[in-house]
């Protein structure tokens, strides 16, 4: 499996944005898919995830009500972020856990597929 992902770019507070992962080798069918974000000097945090199948969706108390993430034709995968701050800024991954469980999903190390991360800056 290869993610790639895009989407990011330079943003005022307040604006949109939305992020998008290619899966380009074959069909997600179950587990987990997430995005995930990490700042300069901070670990990697969880962002969102959903379920492949039954599409099932978490997120970080941080984002939700601001962020939606959502798939289609169990290949892709696609963060939307509304009203966003600064503290948003960060470098966004999305990954994949084909045979992860419901109690990993928000646990980055047990993702196997990582996209190569898409740059989010929300200046204020």
């Known amino acids: 499996v290869q993610l790639q992902a895009s989407g990011g770019g330079l943003v005022q507070a307040g604006g949109s944005l939305k992020l998008s992962c290619a899966n380009s080798?074959?069909?997600?069918?179950?587990?987990?898919g997430g995005w995930f974000r990490q700042s300069p000097g901070k670990e990697r945090e969880f962002v969102a995830a959903?379920?492949?199948?039954?599409?099932?969706t978490f997120y970080a108390d941080s984002v939700k009500d601001r962020f939606t993430i959502s798939r289609d034709n169990a290949k892709n995968l696609y963060l939307q972020m509304n009203n966003l701050k600064p503290e948003d800024t960060a470098v966004y991954y999305c990954?994949?856990?084909?045979?992860?469980?419901?109690?990993?999903?928000?646990?980055?190390?047990?993702?196997?597929?990582w996209g190569q991360g898409t740059q989010v800056t929300v200046s204020s």
């Open positions: 990954a994949a856990a084909p045979r992860g469980i419901l109690s990993s999903v928000r646990v980055a190390s047990l993702y196997n597929y």
């Open positions: 080798e074959r069909t997600i069918s179950g587990g987990n």
């Open positions: 959903l379920r492949w199948s039954g599409g099932s």
